[in-house]
């Protein structure tokens, strides 16, 4: 699954290649949920193999993890869980009839390139 996550940020980083006309990537940062299994020593070690040859070569992954969300079923109001050590209440309503939501989601955010 780690090959595929990295297939997909070649894929997105050579579309700004075409366009940008860069040499080498520095970094690249990627948000991910708190529930997302990926690694940056993970990502990095697939990216290495994946890319070794290529202008990606030296590049380093950098990943920012992304808080844990819920929904209120109540109001609907969306909120990001603060204390991990309590349920979950909703902020707005104070109902404790909250969902999370998706938190494992990866995007790809930002790179540095030369």
Known sequence: MKVSIIEGLIDLVDKQKKI??????????????????????????????????????????????????????????????????VDPVCPTCGSSETVPLLNSEMYSINWRFE
Do not use: M
Request: glycine share 4%; charged share 30%; hydrophobic share 35%.
């Open 20 to 85: 940008h006309k860069f040499e080498r990537v520095q970094e690249i940062q990627i948000a991910c949920g708190i529930y997302n299994c990926a690694s940056e020593e993970n990502l990095n070690f697939c990216l290495k193999t994946v890319a070794e040859g290529t202008y990606l070569e030296t590049a380093v992954i950098k990943v920012n993890r992304l808080p844990e969300r819920w929904k209120c079923s109540v109001c609907e109001v969306e909120f990001v869980r603060e204390d991990k050590k």
